[in-house]
């Protein structure tokens, strides 16, 4: 039988104490670096969209290089697995701290290098061939990023503010993309030979930077709920052994939990610009003002959400947000189909304040929370990261292959609705844990 991952913890394994310093620390470190991971993973898709076609598959001609571009982009997510296993193995066995550095690390030094690649013209083939082994880079140290960064916070903070604490880690992913896009847009004012030419790389740089600060805020982390494992010499010695062995269901029901909100976040941030422009003929700045708003509007309300699952649990807030998204999930496509800017950008800004906020928020602590201290890195990260492979990874391609054999956003609406429905039966058949004290076993 399955060992239950949350139940109460046993006096003799009592969590250590916590306290609002320490839990802040560790909610500044989390929220920084991975506002960084997400700012690197952003602004590659930004750069894959608008320079990447002109500068490493021109060759291609417009058509062909761009979807070979984008194409490079969903690289990474068939990576962020394999970070999760390797680096969940060293987090339960060696270091949460350490293994976090090595994830910004790697990801920081994969963003830093595009910024210093080569161009198609200069080098030929091996250009394109560069940038793909980067991407597959920021997919390995992304894997590894989040699980270490959303247990470190719930490790640190009080049982009944884990949620609030938690939301920190989540916040970095409308950090990142605000940043990133910003970035993209100020370099994006030089003339378009300036741009493509030099422009597009300050950014990538700009990278290092901002590892350098993010490394300088983890190397101080404390990691008391690990610390007492190891002094307890009570470490796995594989950690995914024991995820696969104790913990199938709640790993399998984690895998699904989201596929409403992963597959709706990509939908409304990534390819409602390309519906708007493509298919409807706009201009796409019309849905990328209500991506951008609607991200702003996240950092204040995703803290809500978490707070509000603190006093009434997890699950309430977490299937209130999927269920948001599969009532919205029609008249989302009603309001972009007005060609109304207005309403376009409404249509954005809702889906992901009212239907990925309630989910995003919570995702940190309602994966950290379903395993013990022993395998919680490896647990959390591969089932998240599994999550994006079958969720997150095809959702844009099955959303424009809808589209084209049917001539209407419809199909993609029922395709939301129906990975909403799979999200809905996970979230009632999880456990509730929000007022359950962490397990080391």
């Known amino acids: 039988m399955e060992a ?52 490493f598959f021109s060759d291609l001609g417009s058509t062909a290089g761009t979807l070979t571009s984008l194409a490079t982009f ?13 680096f969940g193995h060293f987090g339960d066995r060696l270091s949460r701290r350490q293994a976090l550095v090595a994830t910004l690390l790697i990801m920081g030094i994969g963003t830093f290098a595009i910024g210093l690649l080569p161009t198609v ?53 409308p950090a990142g ?18 741009f493509l030419s030099w422009g597009w790389r300050i950014p990538f740089l700009f ?22 494992l190891k002094d307890a010499r009570r470490r796995p010695k594989l950690p995914l052994a024991e995820v696969l062995r104790h913990a199938k269901k709640q790993t399998l029901l984690l895998i699904f939990v989201q596929a409403a909100s992963t597959i709706g976040y990509y939908l409304f941030t990534v390819y409602s610009l390309s519906y708007v422009e493509g298919d409807l003929g706009l201009p796409q700045s019309w849905a990328l003002s209500g991506v951008l708003i609607g991200a702003a509007l996240l950092l204040p309300a995703m803290p809500l959400y978490a707070a509000l699952s603190d006093r009434i649990g997890r699950r309430p807030v977490y299937f209130a947000g999927t269920l948001f998204i599969a009532l919205f999930a029609i008249p989302f496509f009603w309001l972009l189909d007005t060609r109304n800017p207005y309403l376009i950008a409404l249509a954005i800004i809702l889906a992901l304040v009212c239907g990925y906020g309630p989910t995003g928020a919570l995702n940190s602590v309602l994966y950290a929370e ?40 419809m199909a993609v609406s029922w395709y939301v609705i129906g990975a909403a429905v799979i999200s809905l039966i996970c979230v009632i058949a999880l456990e509730e844990t929000h007022r359950t004290a962490l397990t080391k076993e």
Do not use: N
Not at 74 to 86: E, I, N, S, T, Y
Not at 216 to 226: A, D, I, Q, S, V
């Open 4 to 55: 239950h991952a949350v139940l109460p913890t046993p006096p003799d394994s009592a969590a250590p104490t916590v306290d609002h310093p320490t839990a802040m620390r560790a909610a500044r470190a989390s929220f920084t670096g991975t506002a960084i991971e997400w700012y690197d993973y952003f602004l590659y898709g930004s750069a894959a969209a608008v320079v990447f076609p002109k500068v």
């Open 74 to 86: 969903g690289v990474a997510f068939f990576f962020r697995p394999l970070g999760g296993v390797v």
């Open 121 to 173: 013209g200069q080098v030929g083939v091996l250009a394109p061939i560069l940038l793909v082994f980067l991407r597959m880079l920021q997919g390995i140290g992304l894997g590894g990023e989040w699980g270490g960064a959303a247990l470190l916070i719930v490790e640190s903070a009080p049982t009944e503010r884990r949620g609030l604490y938690a939301s920190a880690c989540q916040l970095g992913v």
């Open 177 to 194: 993309q605000l940043a990133s896009a910003g970035m993209v847009a100020l370099f994006s004012l030089l003339p378009e030979e300036q």
């Open 207 to 228: 990278s290092g930077l901002l590892v350098a600060f993010g490394l300088y805020l983890r190397k101080r982390l404390p990691e008391p709920e690990f610390q007492a």
């Open 370 to 409: 379903q395993y013990p201290t022993r395998y919680r890195y490896t647990g959390a990260s591969v089932a998240y990261q599994m999550s994006s492979v079958v969720a997150g990874a095809p959702a844009a391609l099955v959303a424009a292959a809808l589209v084209s054999a049917t001539g209407s956003g």
